[in-house]
């Protein structure tokens, strides 16, 4: 039997409740812990009768990793993890859809940044490659707050590689977020139209050239003062909320 994953904070196991209750094998709650968000988590879990049971907050830390668990955890069958095929076949379903591709973002935390906000815009995945790049880990599900139920997370072996064959077989536009002399202002590049996919890179690095040579356009986020970066989570937010503003719009 593959190794259970835990599920821990409100929001994410509230989401895992809501979208894939089939997964969760347990629910574990702090002893004596009684409020009402407790009770909404219960209350969804009741009908697929799932087993309940208290513990203490030491156990709670022991099965989450970390002690920011928010009193619950839910004991969960892994989910099968997606890679290029499935990529291929969200495209072949939805050739105009909107994707995140991450070039090595290793913060488990701006990668559950990111996978929140891909999911509050509208995003049809996250892509990230398989090696020297964060994982879907329970701390980054937490920061994810329900996002990770809602988008593909997609691990590929050569990011590269995908990006070309997501341009060459299903006419996606990769747009890459960096500063050179041939970057347009983000508002200035169309996302409408096509399936679209912006890339973003490690906040130390940026895109790696290899990465950068895939992209059908660089675009950049303006910005006042003496600024010359922002954090990753942050940028990514800017960025889909303008290719979401476009998309929306026409």
Request: aromatic share 4%; proline share 5%; net charge neutral.
């Amino acid at each position: 039997m593959a190794k259970l994953e835990y599920f821990y904070g409100v929001h994410s196991v509230e989401s895992l409740l809501e979208l894939e209750p089939e997964r969760v094998l347990n629910l574990f709650t702090l002893k004596g812990r009684d409020d009402q968000r407790l009770k909404n988590i219960l209350a969804l879990a009741e009908p697929f009768g799932i087993s309940v049971q208290q513990a203490s907050r030491d156990k709670l830390e022991k099965m989450a990793g970390q002690p920011f668990h928010q009193g619950v955890v839910a004991a969960v069958r892994p989910h099968p993890t997606l890679n290029e095929q499935d990529l291929d076949a969200l495209l072949k379903n939805n050739p105009k859809a909107l994707l995140l591709a991450l070039d090595q973002v290793t913060d488990p935390h701006n990668l559950g940044a990111c996978i929140r906000t891909a999911a509050a815009m509208g995003a049809e995945a996250v892509i990230v490659p398989r090696d020297r790049s964060a994982s879907l880990t329970p701390t980054a599900r937490k920061i994810a707050a329900g996002g990770a139920e809602k988008v593909k997370f997609i691990q590929v072996t050569n990011l590269a590689r995908t990006l070309g064959n997501i341009k060459d077989e299903f006419n996606v536009q990769v747009v890459g977020t960096m500063l050179d002399e041939k970057a347009l202002p983000i508002h200035e590049f169309d996302f409408t139209g096509t399936g679209v996919c912006v890339v973003m890179g490690a906040e130390d690095t940026g895109l790696r050239p290899i990465t950068q040579s895939q992209c059908d356009q660089t675009v950049y986020i303006p910005m006042a003062g003496n600024l010359q970066s922002l954090n990753v989570s942050v940028a990514t937010g800017m960025a889909l909320y303008e290719a979401c503003r476009q998309r929306n719009g026409k």
